[in-house]
């Protein structure tokens, strides 16, 4: 998830947008259909005069027509197709009031005003497209049409709604498009950092995307350049110093004194040592294609790294199951498992190394004293407990930037007067 954080929260904003815009013109749209309604549902009282007047004056149905023609309103008359509309319609609003109807009398105490109140309520009914008015009383009700008004149309505010959407759908689509290169950018990166050392940044855009692809090509270019410079240097140097190296050798030979050859030998050995532990450090830094790599039975590995450490069988024992496989390089695999040989046998007590699978990962134990310093000193380059022991310091260090390349680390333990190395 985190490597698409960016695309991830453009479009969490962009949801949470469409969501808010949403929210808010559907309020609208509830509070501009209200307000309507209750426009038309004021403006039409004169209905209710008409009909409260209708019933004051006990007036005929065909008068009370005429009143409600001069306002282009249409008497029902048809008891079926009122109690279709009854039964059928949308209620809008409904009303209740009172008509109070007075009357002057006279009695044996003289005139009196009698009123009398009847209750009358108003609904505001939507039918195939039409608006009607249905007034009700105890004794009567009549349904009237509008013929002029029209219901509520929802594309005065779905048109402004759908307009905004699309100005907003069409600026995040705008931006994700700005975007895509990033992704590629990102990709290409990838492939730069896992070894493909020829992968161009360079774009012909403007923009700040364009611009540091641009600066990421003139970075690379530089970096490949030193890499480059540093690897002749080093395969240089090496060829030059193996020359000398291999005539010493020769000469040493020619010396009269036993002692002196034997002491000779002894240095040019370690410096031929010392030139090829150089040799497969600048290997392993300078690795990029991981094209070697390939799947192999760990045993297979592990036998050819004691074949390669030139030790007694007697001095490792290997319980790893024959079927595991790993993705390796498989001399530098193989050094390093043969470093971590020669290390236990070189600083346990009984010159003995144990190989085993514990918990999925490779492990190497040893008796001895648990080591004097963190893990962090030996894997650094020329550091050792004894500068007595034939060593130049360069084995874990080697063994790390091994497993480093195998995406892999170098973990230590110590339990009960046992030293366990990890290859996690």
């Not at 010396?255 to 392993?284: P, T």
Request: with cysteine; proline share 2%; net charge positive.
């Amino acid at each position: 998830m985190r490597k698409h954080a960016v695309l991830i929260t453009v479009l969490f904003a962009l949801t949470v947008t469409l969501v808010s815009v949403s929210a808010v013109f559907w309020k609208f749209f509830q509070l501009n259909k209200q307000n309507y309604i209750n426009n038309i549902f004021t403006k039409h009282a004169i209905i209710t005069q008409i009909y409260q007047q209708y019933q004051q004056k006990e007036d005929s149905e065909i008068m009370l027509e005429a009143n409600l023609a001069v306002y282009n309103f249409v008497l029902i008359k048809q008891k079926a197709d009122a109690m279709v509309i009854l039964k059928n319609a949308q209620t809008l609003k409904k009303k209740d009031f009172q008509n109070v109807n007075a009357s002057l009398l006279f009695s044996g105490n003289g005139f009196y005003t009698q009123r009398v109140v009847t209750d009358l309520t108003a609904t505001m009914l939507e039918f195939n497209k039409k608006i009607y008015f249905h007034i009700s009383s105890p004794n009567a009700s009549v349904i009237i049409l509008d013929e002029e008004l029209k219901p509520y149309k929802y594309w005065n505010v779905v048109s402004p709604y759908l307009i905004i959407i699309s100005i907003i759908l069409i600026s995040f689509i705008l931006i994700l498009r700005r975007l895509r290169p990033l992704i590629r950018l990102r990709k290409k990166i990838a492939l730069y950092g896992n070894g493909d050392m020829n992968i161009s940044f360079k774009t012909n855009g403007q923009d700040e995307i364009a611009l540091v692809a641009n600066e990421l090509e003139a970075t690379r270019q530089k970096i490949n350049i030193i890499l480059e410079s540093r690897t002749l240097f080093l395969r240089n140097i090496m060829h030059e110093l193996k020359t000398p190296i291999a005539k010493g050798t020769i000469a040493t030979q020619m010396l009269d004194s036993q002692k002196q050859r034997d002491r000779f030998s002894s240095i040019f050995g370690r410096l031929e040592s010392l030139v090829n532990e150089f040799a497969l450090i600048e290997e392993v830094t300078s690795l990029g294609d991981k094209a070697e790599f390939k799947e192999y039975r760990l045993i297979d590995i592990i036998d050819g790294a004691i074949d390669m450490a030139m030790v007694e069988d007697e001095s490792v024992s290997v319980t790893v199951d024959p079927t595991k496989k790993i993705n390796a390089n498989y001399r530098l695999y193989t050094t390093a498992i043969k470093n971590m040989i020669d290390n236990g046998i070189k600083y346990s007590t009984d010159a003995h190394v144990k190989i085993l699978i514990k918990n999925g990962e490779l492990v190497f134990e040893s008796k001895g004293a648990c080591i004097a310093h963190p893990l962090q000193y030996y894997i650094e380059p020329f550091t050792k407990d004894n500068p007595a022991k034939n060593s130049f310091g360069l084995g874990l260090y080697l063994v790390d930037s091994i497993l480093k390349v195998h995406a892999q680390v170098l973990a230590h333990e110590y339990e009960d007067g046992t030293n366990r190395f990890i290859f996690a």
